[in-house]
C-alpha cells in the first residue's frame, strides 16, 4: 500500500522561509509524479507545484512562481518556500501518481500546518 508523509510544517513570520518535505513509501510507487497542493482556512484544495517522475519537468502555480521550489529525490519531494506571506497560511498536502494533474489514481498525504504571521 502507498503512503504519503508530509514533514516540516510549522509556524513562522511572514518573509520567512520553509521547507517541507512529502516521502512517499509502497511497493507500487516508483518514479511517479509529485505534487504539493493547499488549502487555506475555509478555501477550496488548491495547485501549488509539481515534479514529473524523473525530475525534469515542474510546474508551479502563478502565486508562488519566483518564491517556492519543488524538487525531488528519487521518492522524496521537497518545497523550498521563501519570502512567505500571511496568504500562504494552509495545510499543506502532497500528492503522488501518474496523472500529471493528479486528478485520477492520486495518492494524499495528511497535510501539515503551515502559519505565517506578521
Known amino acids: 500500500q502507498v503512503q504519503v508523509v508530509e514533514f516540516g510544517g510549522g509556524k513562522v513570520q511572514a518573509g520567512d522561509s520553509l521547507i517541507l518535505s512529502c516521502t512517499v513509501s509502497?511497493?507500487?510507487?516508483?518514479?511517479?509524479?509529485l505534487g504539493w497542493f493547499r488549502q487555506p482556512p475555509g478555501r477550496d484544495r488548491e495547485f501549488v507545484a509539481s515534479i514529473s517522475g524523473s525530475g525534469r519537468s515542474t510546474r508551479y502555480a502563478d502565486f508562488v512562481k519566483g518564491r517556492f521550489l519543488i524538487s525531488r529525490d528519487q521518492n522524496t519531494a521537497y518545497l523550498q518556500m521563501n519570502s512567505l506571506k500571511l496568504e500562504d497560511t494552509a495545510v499543506y498536502l502532497c500528492a503522488a501518481g501518474p496523472d500529471t494533474r493528479f486528478t485520477v489514481d492520486t495518492y494524499w498525504g495528511q497535510g501539515t500546518q503551515v502559519t505565517v504571521s506578521s
Open positions: 509502497g511497493p507500487t510507487f516508483s518514479g511517479q509524479n
